[in-house]
């Protein structure tokens, strides 16, 4: 079990370190450069002094060779210091932790509903015995992929906000501002957990040991909870993890409709100025979520199917 | 919330139209109450003005924004030497009582106003500002606003504890303006002397009549009232303190979530109104308020070096060959005017040049012929076997700039021009200017002072337009020399024909700042530089 959780630690190291690198890469191929981004990001252009923009560059150490910037800023971040923002002088840490409990708290809420929601469509789906129930919600999973979340968005705005007045529009204020935005954000997550799901579930029922304990005598709801639906929570977990990725993306375009403060509003404005420094952060903060996801996913694999640990463990028990 | 006995239906209502589409064009307001008319009834103290702009930059100090949507709320927490009067363009007093120019403009004395405070209990005295002044030009990327109105500034003396005395090495006529500005707004010397990254991320302290209560980045600014403010500009009715308790500026980036929250009355003013969220404001509860913005009109920056562009009379065809109603009626708000000289109406010493910047297509035309550009096949016009094609360079700091840019395609096209837009990164412009990669550029700068013209088109300063040296330095220099102010507006309305009559830039529309609010809202008013001044303004 040690050598398995080692292991994880390890890829998702090297995940981060990847993500650093790559990110740097691709930032140091864009044109400009974030100081003349800030100079130049007020519609007053062409005021502005260009040996103070060198004066800047320098301070910020934007002038020195790519592999020595890759490798002091590597060798800072490794410290958990990802440097000052260009376009507020803040540290890249304390913005980014400011953020984050917003976003906690938005992913958090639709990760919950998604998983509800998207659970219990797919459990109603296979359980259901009405050929056009199940047809109905089965086609339920697709359209909530499909529709543009910026859309649903907006149409929630409109309808519980501006028209009916329930919850506010906008901001970060208290448990009803959140209904809206984490309703939005729920809905392509549930439906792709619905849609994993409900096709394991359809698997799982075929198999053999649902015979058996339908043989036995259980009752169908009770096969369809505690077999089926146990066995087939894997693929749907592994899932979860993955959309944990797809929630940190999702919430920049959440975030902005309904004008939330958190990380994916700040990855916007920091990608919109070139802010090379919060954007690095963001970068790898966003692959620190999705790797602990995932890891935290692989640490409960063995809690649900212990087969899966008994390879690696039979090793450990024997030294 | 209280619901409503019919909110059923209206939900009901809501998702017909949902279905049948309409919802998203902007569906009427649905809104109730609100029977307050538009002006009248008495001001009265007390209340909370809730404002939406649409983004946050990111600091809290009004020395280092340049970007309206924060300057509306920092605007308030400062107060400056001098105020500029929206409608004449005059500087009248404020922190300063009075002031003397030296006949060559290089040297500004001000008086100060007594008893004026700061909101940490300290007083404003001549030390307060030269204190700033000297702070200003270590500001960092910010801070380029105030940087430039302060540059080529010899030094900053307390002549006596109420005197203070600006020297600068070359004569600078715009600098009295540039102190009626947020940019060079007085902070208190401790807030002065603070880093610059520390006064964006905790705010300042000044001596306005709002003081800055919280900033939380992307989300809102709030202020409160400063009690026992006596010091007031000139130009406001109301003595001494506001009426307002409290304004909260929101961050909404959404328009369309911006005009709702206006139009159920979540907000009670909103900044940034489109043309397309006009409709839906229009009427109600609601009203629009709009002014152009001073200084240099959206224009195509020509670069004037350009084989292709040096000849006048291709430039000269370009101006002619621009519709300019046309596109004003088609992509910019309601109210928002053509150019009618390189300078907006709304700036001190605008000339109207509205003639020379008429529409005329066959004049285009001609000159095109007698410049030797000769008609092709597939409509672009060869000279020397070279098609006459340019490139405009632009980016994406507004909305309207790319429907704008590609009208001024089409019309420049039936004249036998070929325009190719580029789009380029906000981060890539300002290196583009000075490089000098470009045919042309797309934009236009916000300045209540004509002496923008020089810093945009003397040869003597950063010349990103590569003019020819000639007779209009001579007269920029002059009026950034003259403190007479009729000899200044002649000089500079010299300056504003020059530049349109040699089309050295191709003026194409105003920028017009507009604003939406709640017919409770009553004098909240635009100041010279079409931004909000809120120490008038009152609910009722």
Known sequence: ?319 | MIAHPDSRTRRWAALAALVSGSLLLGACSSADGGTSTGDGGRPKPGGTLTFAVSSDAGCADPQQVGSNDTIYSLRQVVDSLTDQDPKTGRIVPWLAKSWEVSADATTFTFHLRSGVTFSDGSALTAHVVKDNFDAVPELGALGTLAQGYLSGVESTTAVDPLTVRVRFKQPNAQFLQATATHSLGIESSASAKQSPQTKCSKGVVGSGPFVLNGYVQNRSITLAKRAGYAWGSSLWTKKGEAYLDKLVFKVVPEAGVRSGSLQSGQVDAIGSVGKANEAALQGGTVALQQRANPGVVFNLGLNNSRPLLKDTKVRQAILAAVDRQQIVDAVFPTGTRPATSILAHTTPDYTDLGKDLAFDEAKAKSLLDSAGWRTNGDGVRVKDGKKLSLTVKWFANAATNQPALELVQQQLKAVGIDVVLKQLQITQFSPTLQSGDFDAVWGNVTRADPDILRSSYSTLLADFYHLPAGPLDTVLTRQAATTDAARRKQLVAQAQTLIVQNAYVVPVVELQTQLGMAKKVHDLAFDASSRVQLHDTWIG
């Open chain 1, 1 to 319: 079990m040690r050598l398995y959780v080692a292991k994880r630690l390890a890829q998702a190291l090297g995940v981060l370190w990847a993500a650093y690198t790559v990110s740097f890469l691709v930032l140091d191929f864009l044109p400009g450069d974030p100081v003349s981004a800030m100079a130049g990001a007020g519609a007053d252009t062409g005021q502005v002094d260009p040996a103070r923009l060198a004066a800047l560059r320098h301070a910020y150490g934007f002038d020195k060779p790519v592999l020595a910037q890759y490798a002091d800023h590597l060798g800072r971040a490794v410290r958990g210091d990802f440097g000052d923002s260009v376009s507020t002088g803040r540290p890249v840490t304390s913005t980014l932790a400011d953020a984050l409990p917003q976003t906690l708290q938005l992913t958090g809420a639709a990760l919950l509903l998604a998983v509800l929601l998207g659970g219990g469509l797919a459990v109603a789906a296979t359980y259901t015995g009405r050929r056009w129930l199940r047809q109905l919600l089965l086609s339920l999973p697709p359209l909530g992929v499909s529709v543009p979340t910026f859309w649903v968005g907006l149409v929630l705005v409109e309808l519980f906000s501006f028209r009916t007045r329930l919850f506010p529009a906008f901001g970060n204020d208290g448990p009803r501002g959140l209904v809206l935005p984490a309703v939005t954000l729920a809905i392509p997550t549930g439906a792709l957990v619905a849609q994993v799901l409900a096709k394991s579930l359809f698997t799982a029922l075929d198999q053999a040991y649902v015979e058996t304990a339908r043989a036995k005598g259980a009752g169908r709801l009770r096969i369809h909870l505690r077999h089926a639906l146990r066995n087939a929570s894997l693929p749907a977990l592994t899932v979860v993890g993955l959309l944990a990725g797809q929630l940190i993306a999702g919430s920049v375009v959440v975030e902005t409709v309904f004008s939330r403060d958190g990380l994916g509003r700040v990855t916007a404005a920091a990608v919109t100025v070139q802010d090379i420094p919060l954007v690095q952060g963001v970068v790898v903060f966003g692959a620190l979520i999705f790797v602990a996801a995932n890891l935290v996913v692989d640490l409960v694999y063995p809690l649900l199917d212990p087969r899966i640990v008994v390879a690696p463990g039979r090793k450990v028990r024997l030294a």
